[in-house]
């Protein structure tokens, strides 16, 4: 004798039991009883996630795809920190060769290298003042401190910055120019996860100062070489 599927055998493990049996199992009672009472039933049957085997291999899967995406954030992560700072040098560089000023920008924050480079060359001034005893030494100072703003702002801008970055090193272009010239062979030294500077075997206590912007890098200091004691 038929007996109708009931609720407590709804929640029973599926099993093997595939959707189309289950399908088939509904139209033969709908044709013996004449009744769609059993249509909500094999419904939930059919959309209720088959346990058992099928259950693990899908986590299975899932674990794997979770494990792989993760790899992938390491070694793009890895990847970054190791090579960006090259990849910001190069892109630099050829920004400037062909002339393109908005890209050249993105890599330069142009306030905060004009505060950078202004004091250290304040802090050369001064130096320089203190070791005057006379009074020229003071006026020095004073003409010199008014002189640099203008210097500067003419000097840390696209056309000044560009000139400096392609700048050969056998160019006499002053100390503060030359602060701003890319090494034609650059020792890229890490200072911490958001910080780097580029120097170069010859002058190693000048450096360019970059400093981390979100995934990317922009220009934002410069340190000056110590005088020679005389």
């Not at 088939?24 to 004449?34: F, Q, T, V």
């Not at 202004?118 to 008014?146: I, N, P």
């Amino acid at each position: 004798m038929y007996r109708p599927a009931t609720l407590n055998d709804a929640d029973k493990p599926v099993g093997k039991v595939t959707s189309l049996q289950l399908c088939l199992a509904w139209l033969g009672g709908l044709k013996r009883y004449g009744s769609a009472d059993l249509t909500p039933m094999c419904l939930g049957a059919i959309t209720r996630p088959v346990r058992g085997r099928d259950v693990f291999v899908t986590r299975g899967k899932w674990k794997i795809a979770a494990v792989a995406a993760v790899l992938i954030v390491i070694a793009s992560s890895a990847l970054w920190y190791l090579e960006s700072p090259a990849w910001t040098l190069k892109g630099m560089k050829d920004a400037a060769q062909s002339h393109d000023v908005d890209a050249l920008n993105a890599y330069i924050d142009y306030p905060v290298l004009r505060e950078s480079l202004k004091a250290e060359l304040m802090a050369r001034v001064t130096a320089e003042a203190q070791k005057d005893k006379s009074g020229l030494g003071v006026l020095g100072l004073a003409v010199g401190s008014a002189m640099l703003g203008p210097l500067i702002d003419r000097l840390v801008s696209p056309a000044g910055v560009r000139a400096a970055l392609l700048a050969n090193r056998q160019e006499n272009m002053g100390s503060a120019a030359s602060a701003l010239r890319l090494p034609q062979e650059p020792v890229i030294v890490r200072r911490g996860f958001s910080e780097f500077v580029v120097t170069t075997k010859r002058q190693p206590g000048s450096a360019l100062v970059f400093k981390r912007h979100g995934l990317s890098w922009r220009l934002s200091g410069v340190e000056l070489p110590p005088e020679k004691s005389t």
